[in-house]
């Protein structure tokens, strides 16, 4: 289990915001989450923090979300 990382600036900013909102400068791009659809859900790095990002872009539209993986409460 990884530890708890403290978020950078832009991670705890972009944290919540809509899943339109695009990914700031260090997040990398890590591959499709662990669903069948490859385009519902993103999964990203952030390079600076190593913040893990999960960037929903299907189902119901208030969970279209940038969620933070690996800081504080789901
Ligand atoms: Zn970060």
């Known amino acids: 289990m990884d530890l708890w990382i403290q978020p950078c600036v832009p991670c705890a900013t972009l944290?919540?915001?809509?899943?339109?909102?695009?990914?700031?400068?260090?997040?990398?791009?890590?591959?499709?989450?662990?669903?069948?659809?490859?385009?519902a859900e993103e999964?990203?790095?952030?390079?600076?923090?190593?913040?893990a990002f999960a960037r929903i872009l299907a189902g119901e539209p208030t969970r279209q979300v940038w969620m933070l993986l690996n800081a504080g409460q789901h």
């Open 43 to 51: 999964h990203y790095t952030c390079v600076k923090c190593r913040g």
């Open 15 to 39: 944290y919540g915001q809509p899943s339109t909102t695009e990914p700031h400068e260090h997040l990398t791009l890590v591959g499709a989450g662990g669903v069948k659809d490859a385009r």
